[in-house]
T-cell receptor, first 111, second 112 residues
Framework: RKEVEQDPGPFNVPEGATVAFNCTYS??????FFWYRQDCRKEPKLLMS???SGNEDGRFTAQLNRASQYISLLIRDSKLSDSATYLC????????????FGKGTKLSVKP | DAGVIQSPRHEVTEMGQEVTLRCKPI?????LFWYRQTMMRGLELLIY????????DSGMPEDRFSAKMPNASFSTLKIQPSEPRDSAVYFC??????????FGQGTRLTVV
């Protein structure tokens, strides 16, 4: 099992749709979790951290299920500008370093 | 702060040549990472440093790759000799403990 797995997509959705991405991780001792966004030919940038209780930032909701070892990202009322690749990131613990990135899920929002 | 600065932005080189990629992390950050990104393999961690000391280089593909961090404000990733399969985007990122990872704009390497 790969350390961090994501559905590569692409997810093609119309504007206004709700879309959800899941990510699974293999190391049950993993400490912290993030979603990064990467636009075409750009560097990844932090979208949001994922907390055990779940957290929301505007149209974006992130959840963590430690028992099943998966993380989710929900985007409501999707916009054209949400088109990007979404990377699931896991810190397996032990140090601040060693961030493990999933290969990303590509989202394309169409008018 | 200008963020993480990488140079060059683009590099085209012939197989067998030495390539040196450079990174200036954000001042005050104590971790520095080198990643490689390809369509096939996604974003792969090559090596990371903590306070200029290499902590984990298990992602370095082979002996042709080497990385150094002589001081807190500079790191290099060297490939010698380069091969076409090294073609990728190489990202440098830095972290201050407790904060998010900030990435440079990347170096797009093409080896022909």
């Amino acid at each position: 099992r790969k350390e961090v797995e994501q559905d590569p997509g692409p997810f093609n959705v119309p504007e206004g749709a709700t879309v959800a991405f899941n990510c699974t991780y293999s190391n049950s001792a993993s400490q912290s979790f993030f979603w990064y966004r990467q636009d075409c030919r750009k560097e990844p940038k932090l979208l949001m951290s994922v907390y055990s209780s779940g957290n929301e930032d505007g149209r974006f909701t992130a959840q963590l299920n430690r028992a099943s070892q998966y993380i989710s990202l929900l985007i409501r009322d999707s916009k054209l500008s949400d088109s990007a690749t979404y990377l699931c990131v896991v810190n397996p613990g032990g140090s601040q370093g060693n961030l493990i990135f999933g290969k990303g899920t590509k989202l394309s929002v169409k008018p | 702060d200008a963020g993480v600065i990488q140079s060059p932005r683009h590099e085209v080189t012939e197989m067998g040549q030495e390539v040196t990629l450079r990174c200036k992390p954000i001042s005050g950050h104590d971790y520095l990472f080198w990643y490689r990104q390809t369509m096939m393999r996604g974003l792969e961690l090559l090596i990371y440093f903590n306070n200029n000391v290499p902590i984990d280089d298990s992602g370095m593909p082979e002996d042709r790759f080497s990385a150094k961090m002589p001081n807190a404000s500079f790191s290099t990733l060297k490939i010698q000799p380069s091969e076409p399969r090294d073609s990728a985007v190489y990202f440098c990122a830095s972290i201050k403990e407790g904060s998010e990872a900030f990435f440079g704009q990347g170096t797009r390497l093409t080896v022909v």
